[in-house]
């Protein structure tokens, strides 16, 4: 008994009817319930040997066990990991079997091995079950309609126990519980200033400039016993791979092989790391990696998703997990003051807030450009009538500057002669902020509209001006009056 309390529960069961307190025999009246079955996972039963009974009308008389029919070519096959099928039982003269093999006291490794070389011999022939059933909530499953016979039980978690019973309806729990799959992006988020960043984690969703690197990590909850664990990992055609994974485990590693990473037909990239041997213990793996935003992200309002989930079992997937990463854009006006009159030949250095840092562009058109580190671009110049359209900006400050207005007209000029500071040390007064917001999009971009005016600048209000002048005038001529006055008195006396 203690031998059978080891076996991987739910993937082989046997079901050896002998009859007991029977005392008539129908096909299709054995079944199979098991107990603690997992929501939303698929049993499927094999009856890989027929019970034959001695006495049709008393099972009682006992019987004997041959080799089904679908299971005919399972005596000469051989597993390169179980081992041969000789090695756990033979067959006699008419068919009967002896299973020695298998063991006289629930000889718990022989059991399991051969359950795993029945599944193995089924995937490979493509045998139907006898029958299934899938949990559709936690609790006991039964699957029906048996002959009688001795079974091997197929779960999508994996697991296995073999039983053995003299009654016709075989009872077995399922001891094992379903794996799962977390996915989020973690990392450093900039808060609005170069040294102002928060530490962020557990994150579904975050915003980004184009060339940014996002940090994403996946935690798997691989459970002892699980057979044929592997992640999977897709990317959106936005965000590049960046080929450095960094795995580890809580709980005892376990073996795996090396990333195997491919691009899908509609240039998403793929990648999988698969578990090459049985978990021993329940055990977390997490999985750490990079990807950039590349000029082919797309603009918010849509996303850049990240997708990933886990395979276990027999074709099994656990939910999928998705992240989403935003990039928006700012929509340039170049107008005449106090119009909605567009403006052409205003060049301007569009700069990232945080750091300093000059935005580059890759030009897509007079009026879309698209933000590239790699691009050549650094002077965004406006045409006529339509505004400069510009993508793939985080949700924060930026800053235009002005380096050339439209003939005839002035440098525009921040709000009470501001400065600002460029990346190489220069200050400059002809800037202007615009803000990125979560709320912005492709048809509600951010809108920086710039207005320019004609004419001198001269001084205005704060100015000293002409006013001066004119005092220093008034007062110079009543001095003068006074003088004359003055004179005029004395040389009358």
């Known amino acids: 008994m203690k031998a059978i309390k080891k076996l991987l529960m739910g993937f082989l069961v046997s079901v050896m009817v002998l009859g007991m307190g029977l005392t008539a025999f129908a096909a299709g009246e054995g079944s199979i319930t098991i107990t603690n079955a997992k929501n939303g996972q698929e049993y499927k039963a094999y009856r890989v040997f027929d019970f034959v009974a001695a006495d049709t009308d008393d099972m009682a008389n006992g019987g004997v066990y041959k080799l089904a029919s679908k299971f005919s070519g399972l005596a000469s096959y051989t597993s390169e990991t179980y081992g041969a099928a000789s090695s756990y039982f033979t067959v006699g ?9 298998l063991g006289t006291t629930n000889d718990a490794d022989a059991v399991k091995n051969f359950g795993k070389l029945v599944l193995e011999y089924v995937s490979t022939n493509s045998v139907v079950e006898d029958g299934k059933n899938t949990a559709s909530k936690d ?19 994996g ?54 690197t996002v940090t994403f990590t996946i935690k798997v909850d691989l459970k002892a016993n699980g057979e044929n664990y592997e992640i999977v990992d897709i990317l959106d055609a936005g965000l590049t791979l960046v080929e450095n994974f960094d795995i580890t485990f809580s709980n ?27 978990p021993t213990a329940d055990t977390t793996c997490t999985v750490v990696y990079k990807a950039t935003v590349n000029t082919d992200a797309v603009i918010a309002t849509d996303a850049n998703k990240n997708e990933a989930y886990l395979k276990y079992g027999h074709d099994t997937e656990t939910t999928h997990k ?40 890759t030009k897509v058109s007079d009026t879309q450009y698209t933000v590239d580190p790699a691009g050549e671009i650094t002077e965004i110049v406006t045409v006529d009538t ?56 492709t048809t509600n971009p951010a809108v920086a509209t710039v207005e320019n005016s004609t004419g001198s600048l001269l001084p205005s209000t704060g100015g000293i001006g002409t006013t001066i002048f004119y005092i220093v005038g008034g007062i110079l001529i009543a001095a003068g009056v006074a003088y004359f006055m ?3 008195k004395a040389d009358a006396e």
């Open 322 to 361: 998705e992240t989403k990463t935003k990039t928006y854009p700012i929509q340039l006006k170049k107008v005449i003051s106090g119009t909605e009159t567009i403006l052409a030949g205003a060049k301007f250095n569009v700069y990232r807030k945080t750091d300093g840092q000059q935005v580059k562009f």
């Open 386 to 441: 339509t505004p400069i359209t510009l993508n793939g900006f985080d949700a924060e400050a930026y800053v235009l500057v002005e380096t050339e207005a439209p003939s005839g007209y002035n440098l525009l000029v921040a709000k009470d002669n501001a400065t600002y500071t460029l990346s190489d040390g220069t200050t400059t007064t002809h800037f202007q902020e615009v803000t990125v917001t979560e709320s912005h999009g």
């Open 93 to 101: 003269d008419n068919g009967i079997l002896n299973t020695s093999g």
């Open 486 to 488: 003055v004179r005029r």
């Open 159 to 212: 697991s296995a126990v073999a039983i053995d019973t003299t009654k016709p309806n075989a009872e077995i729990k399922e001891k094992n519980s379903v794996p799962d799959l977390d996915k989020k992006i973690t990392g450093e988020k900039n808060s609005g200033a170069a040294d102002d960043k928060e530490t962020t984690v557990d994150l579904t969703g975050n915003n980004a400039q184009i060339g940014d």
């Open 252 to 278: 005892g590693a376990v073996a795996y092989d090396a990333p195997v990473i491919s691009t899908t037909a509609d240039s998403k990239t793929t990648f999988s790391i698969k578990f090459t041997e049985i």
């Open 139 to 157: 609790g006991e499953l039964n699957i029906t309609g048996l002959d009688y016979g001795y079974y091997v039980i197929d779960s999508s978690l």
